[in-house]
């Protein structure tokens, strides 16, 4: 199955409002940080949110280099590996201040918090979404 470009900003979006809502949740409280717990939440998700709306633009830089590609989509092991320029992005996002609520944000707990909801999303996309989405694989990556 090759996604589509809907199916891949679909499947990006749903996958980081639920796996990475729960991730967030579940690692926020462990996290470097000296901030109160509902500060460290706020930033927390304010990198989530930002990881979704930036992206968005990822995606559609992605889907016109995949044009160059004659199977039209990216090792599985490119999706990992995309964590790098995603999350370098946020980071100067963050501390270009463009990222409302993660003033202060440690670039420790920014790393460990990026670091496991990514690879949480990454390990999911390429496994246990699968099951439960049958149809999902064969409909362009496509959800809706």
Not at 34 to 57: K, Q
Not at 94 to 100: D, E, G, L, S, T
Not at 106 to 111: D, I, K, W
Request: charged share 10%.
């Amino acid at each position: 199955m090759v996604p589509t470009l809907a199916g891949r900003l679909q499947t990006r979006l749903f996958l980081l409002a639920t796996v990475g809502s729960v991730l967030t949740a579940l690692v926020t409280p462990l996290l470097p940080t000296d901030a109160p717990l509902g500060a460290a939440y706020r930033a927390s998700f304010g990198v989530l949110f930002a990881v979704a709306l930036l992206g968005f633009g990822w995606e559609l830089a992605y889907h016109g280099l995949q044009q160059f590609r004659w199977e039209k989509d990216w090792p599985t092991m490119f999706g990992l590996i995309t964590a790098v320029n995603e999350g370098l992005l946020v980071w100067l996002a963050i501390r270009a201040h463009a990222v409302p609520g993660t003033g202060g944000l440690a670039g420790s707990a920014f790393l460990v918090h990026f670091g496991v909801v990514w690879l949480g999303v990454w390990l999911c996309a390429n496994g246990p979404m699968r099951v439960p989405f049958l149809r999902w694989r064969f409909h362009g990556g496509r959800l809706l």
